[in-house]
């Protein structure tokens, strides 16, 4: 099955979706967002990653800034980074250049490696769209980390890849039910831009009508 | 929880609003008089009519700041809405929520409820703080009849009638809000609300501090995606914010009427502020509001617990929780809408 352009969900929504589902329904399907230090810094680390519009050549390398990518099949779109077109027999033809190449996404991160797969599930998505756009197959990317300032290799390998596929499948229904599931309470909720809104909280405490009639028959 | 931040009160009429990098800056025959970042303000309150740059609203609405206009009388004039935040789906089942009786009157209910029973409170607080100087007896006859008054709200089938129990219930806490008044009787007597023009001291204070309420809480619902125009109880009316409205009920008696009645009892206020027109309007003179504003800000960061979230808030705060909680209960999170109620 394929999705049309107007079912297409942001890319970079998996990484909010692997944090917490509920998260993400907050930001991609009730809008709501709050911009924090944490959203605020990270916008200013991917401006200056898109900062050259096009490509440069280092070497053997073409180094493509902020390029677009979608997935028909996944029903997603959103920009990548960084990709890296590293020239190799066993790659493929880009218009307008000489030789083939093997592209390699890299997608920049303010902070450090996390010990989850958030980063990675996003990488993988955006390098199984260049497979699809470009009729190509990419075995690993790379996760650069601001505060470390080291990139950390992803292999896409096949747990990875179905984990990207069934999650964007979640996603969909969740969206086309306009559903904002309710998750339990964690301690991912501390690091959470959106908690105000969220109110983790609402899930501990007692039904309202138990809160009425409880403040109501103390009297 | 989201931070209370500061509201810019500026009380000179004859000054101009603009803009000069991340600041406000004031102005007066293109005299800077002061500039202050706007990362730490919430809203900016101006009284007079001379106004504010493009630049500034559309800074203001960018960052969810609230920007208001009143008559250097403390009467409403405008406010400035920006692009819409939040979800269209969100507002959509707010606008049917609004158009269905039983629906609207589930909230409307609630609303009613938590005004009422904070009506009780403000009575029951003062037989506690002052038992030898109100009339204790009085004050819990009128108590017992809003707790019954309760009881009917929540067994009431119509918004009709619901506005009915609500007006009767109002009767008879304004009824009794003159007893607890304990200082400076001679200039502060209430003996009923009246607001076209208020024609008391009391009423112009009252007038005052709930057209400030009334803003807050309008922009509480915008930060939360929700449209202040469209309400459960209050009946649309073109420029009404009629939910805000709504909202405010909760917090009228708590929030408002506890305030002005403070500012009275602590004599935090002087009687020769207020000054009589020809025809009995009362006005209040500048000195006298600018000092309302500061009491009001000051009241604003104290701290309480939020008796649905169990967790320290400031008064300030209160309309946004309010509102976030009115919205995720739209969303579908809640059961029913919980009102503030105050102990």
Known sequence: ?219 | MKKLLNTLYVTSPDTYLSLDGENVVILRDEERLMRMPLHNLESIVSFGYTGASPALMAACSERNIALTFMSQNGNFMARVVGEVHGNVILRKTQYRISENETDSLQIAKNIVIGKVYNSRSVLERATRDYPQRVDIEKLKKTSKILLNAIELIKECKSKEELRGLEGAAANRYFGVLDDLILQQKDSFQFSGRNKRPPMDNINSMLSFVYTLLAHNVASALETVGLDPYVGFMHTDRPGRISLALDLMEELRAVYADRFVLSMINKREINPKGFTQKEDGAIIMDDDTRKCVLKAWQSRKQEVITHPFLNEKVEWGMVPFVQAMLLARYIRGDLDEYPPFLWK
């Open chain 1, 1 to 219: 099955m394929e999705y049309n352009e107007e079912e297409y969900l942001m890319l970079s929504g998996i990484q909010h979706f692997a944090f917490c589902r509920r998260q993400w329904a907050l930001i991609h399907i009730e809008q709501q967002w709050q911009e924090n230090v944490r959203t605020v810094e990270g916008n200013i680390l991917h401006e200056s990653a898109h900062k050259d519009d096009f490509n440069e050549k280092r070497g053997k390398v073409i180094i493509s800034r902020g390029m677009p990518v979608y997935s028909r099949i996944l029903g997603i779109n959103g920009v990548c980074d960084v990709v890296e077109f590293h020239e190799n027999k066993n790659g493929v033809s880009i218009h307008g250049r000489e030789g083939t190449y093997l592209p390699i996404p890299v997608e920049y991160k303010h902070g450090k490696p996390k010990e989850d797969d958030m980063d990675a599930l996003q990488l993988c998505a955006q390098a199984m769209c260049i497979e699809e756009m470009m009729l190509c197959h990419i075995d690993v990317g790379y996760l650069y980390y601001g505060e470390t300032r080291h990139r950390q290799k992803i292999e896409f390998n096949e747990e990875l890849r179905n984990k990207v596929v069934r999650l964007f499948q979640e996603m969909h229904e969740l969206y086309h039910k306009q559903y904002t599931p309710k998750v339990k309470p964690s301690k991912a909720c501390k690091a959470c831009s959106l908690t105000d809104l969220c109110v983790p909280k609402l899930y501990k405490t007692l039904t309202v009508k138990e809160y009425i009639d409880g403040i109501i028959k103390e009297e």
